[in-house]
């Protein structure tokens, strides 16, 4: 049995500033992008993408984080109780930001960049998709800096003790999903999207593992006191996560018919 090492949540402090590992963990996120983001714009400079396109791109999706992850939390976990108290909405440093809400948010932050640049809308999600892993095992290294999002019960020998919630052995939930979501699902896309795919392949396949990661995790996490388990046992985050499975197969079948139907065309121009 491992006992969590209590980190101190303040990383350092400058002045009456302090610093947090996790407003750390949201810098190492967007550093990754953009180092990861310029490597791909340079092998991809042939179908028009740019290093200043990345830099472009963080600036749109910063917003889309931090409005449409806090929007999701307050609408897909606690709408009852922000309709009563409207102004806590905007009180963020409470905590409560929704992955969800939040990849919906980038979404639609990544369309008006889409349109600004004349770029299609799948060609923009597609070149953004393998960069977005590595961002999400920062964060959940920083949720577990934090000790926050524990796992359930567990009598596993990896099984660890938060004492601020309990002397029970739980699962480090955390460091699971910094495992799949983060690494493991960088792994997969980074390698699928290094050879040329049909567009919305790349995207199609970033919700699969994504909602396939996180929807297996959730097993191992303490579903949110507020609301508990839901329909079939699931927890809220398994339910956001199904729809994107469904979805993202959905865009793989369909990029791969409709390159299907393209490839023949050309062919048949060629002649």
Known sequence: ??????????AFRIGPLAVRWY???????FVLFIVLGRRRAQ?????GWRAADVDDMLFFGVFGVILGGRLGYVLFYKPLYYFAHPLEVFEVWHGGMS????????????????????????????FVAPLIPLGLA??????????ELVGRPTDLPWGMVFPQ??????????????????????????????????IG????????????????????????????FLALGFTMGQWLSLPMIVVGIAMLLWAYRRAGKIEPTLMDRMK
């Open 99 to 126: 992955f969800h809400g939040g990849f919906i948010g980038v979404l639609v932050a990544l369309w008006f960049f889409a349109r600004q640049r004349g770029k299609r809308w799948l060609d923009v999600t597609d």
């Open 138 to 147: 920062a964060g959940r290294l920083g949720n577990f800096i934090n000790g």
């Open 23 to 29: 407003g750390l963990m949201y810098l190492v996120g």
């Open 201 to 228: 392949a790349v995207s199609g396949l970033f919700l699969v593992g994504y909602g396939a990661f996180r929807f297996i995790a959730e097993f191992a996490r303490e579903p949110d006191s507020f609301l508990g």
């Open 43 to 47: 092998k991809s400079m042939l179908t």
């Open 165 to 198: 919630v309990d002397q029970l052995p739980r699962h480090p939930s955390q460091l699971y999903e910094f495992a799949l979501e983060g690494v493991a699902l960088f792994v997969i896309l980074w390698a699928f999207a290094a050879r040329r795919r049909p």
């Open 1 to 10: 049995m491992l006992v969590y090492p209590q980190f101190d949540p303040v």
